[in-house]
């Protein structure tokens, strides 16, 4: 199994490739390959959010626990519409409730490698920012939808190169 750095590495890697073809081919706005670059090095981390203690399940639980409150803000919009105070706490909550209900729940009830660490997972991840992403032009949402499944694929990618033995 490919260590956490190694995943790092390889999905920044694949994150300045990305952001070059989308930039330079594909003539996507700068906003957007930014976006991009950053959802498949963040998305190259997720399988690992079921593993159980050290660096990649602690850097991923809280940086989903950071994201939560993106998508619940953009769900209910009547939560933007009650000010600033209202802001506030669901941020706090979404936030308290992914680190320590979700992410705990995950580790709980998955196994390390399970079906997190699949190809349908990844197709979920893609279909769920395709999904976040719904108030973008149609082609820079495929081009971000498709940074979130290619950052996760290069995941089970990596992991599986480094479990090869040809000897």
Request: glycine share 8%; proline share 4%.
């Amino acid at each position: 199994m490919a260590q956490y750095q190694s995943h790092i590495s390889f999905s920044t890697l694949i994150a300045l490739i990305y952001a070059f073809f989308g930039f330079a081919v594909w003539d996507i706005i700068p906003e957007s390959v930014l976006l991009a670059s950053v959802i498949i090095v963040i998305t190259g981390m997720l399988p690992d959010v079921d593993a159980t203690g050290g660096v990649p399940e602690r850097e991923m639980g809280g940086l989903l626990a950071a994201i939560a409150p993106i998508f619940i803000l953009e769900l209910f919009p009547s939560v933007r519409a009650g000010g600033v105070t209202r802001i506030a706490l669901v941020v706090i909550l979404s936030y308290l409730v992914t680190r320590y209900i979700v992410v705990r729940g995950l580790q709980k009830f998955t196994i390390h490698r399970g079906m997190i660490h699949s190809i349908p997972a990844s197709i979920i991840v893609f279909e769920l920012a395709f999904l976040l992403f719904h108030d973008v032009y149609w082609k820079e949402r495929m081009y971000l939808s498709a940074a979130a499944f290619l950052g996760f694929l290069s995941h089970l990618v990596l992991d599986g190169y480094c479990n090869l033995d040809l000897v």
